[in-house]
């Protein structure tokens, strides 16, 4: 088995591998026929992980154990759905041309399968970036509400901190900054001129010195200042 995910599983602290049952994975392979390598390794290593797995988004399963969704659910002439968007407002999936590729191209549908669009080069990517997103809604400390950043504050981010490999087209567009391994923080493009800042920690101390750094980007106030 190889070590693709080791560090979404190290963000989430999985010491060892969390899969999802062997039941589940084989019927997913039935129902779609066959599953990608990158899938089939992200549903031995990290498919068991509850807060990895539906914190925001949802990996769908058979039996539908995160949230309520069910895998049979989303069924499509061209294409295998393997994770939702907590209201279903979006769906990713695998052309089914591309069962057979070890790590294919993801696709979005954003009105229930009338248009597909490619999102990702790759699952790995793909869920890659979904388990970051899932982390820095989840950890402990948390600047609790996206702030504003203007284009030329994120060239200023990157230079203060080091990007994670977990950038994608998540979204319409996210990248990802990891100061350190507890610690992300998240740019979201919401639109080609508009973009927003979300930040957490599973620790206070690295928490409060990222935040004390942002603050100081963005021009904001601090408690001390206030």
Not at 23 to 43: S, T
Not at 121 to 139: G, I, P, R, W
Request: charged share 25%; glycine share 4%; net charge negative.
């Amino acid at each position: 088995m190889n070590d693709n995910y080791q560090n979404i599983r190290e963000l989430f602290h999985l010491n060892a591998p969390c899969p999802l049952p062997d039941d589940q994975i084989e019927k997913i392979r039935k129902q779609f026929g066959a599953i990608p390598k990158a899938l089939e390794d992200y549903y031995r290593l990290c498919g068991g992980c509850e807060e990895m797995n539906s914190t925001q988004d949802f990996l769908l399963t058979p039996d539908g154990r995160y949230g309520h969704y069910q895998l049979e659910k989303f069924s499509y002439p061209e294409y295998c759905v393997f994770y939702a968007e907590n209201q279903c407002v979006s769906e990713w999936a695998v052309k089914k041309s591309d069962l057979n590729q070890e790590n294919p191209p993801v696709y979005t549908t954003y009105d229930n399968a009338e248009t597909w669009l490619k999102t990702g080069d790759s699952v790995s990517q793909f869920l890659t970036s979904e388990a970051y997103m899932q982390a820095v809604l989840l950890k402990e400390y948390s600047n609790e509400e996206f702030y504003e950043i203007l284009p030329e504050q994120i060239s200023v981010l990157a230079e203060k901190f080091p990007r994670a490999n977990a950038d994608s087209n998540l979204y319409g567009g996210v990248q990802f900054f990891q100061p350190y391994p507890d610690t992300v923080i998240m740019v979201l493009y919401n639109t080609d001129e508009d973009f927003s800042l979300l930040y957490s920690s599973d620790s206070e101390e690295h928490f409060e010195e990222i935040d004390s750094t942002i603050a100081e980007i963005l021009g904001l106030e601090t408690d001390e200042e206030e």
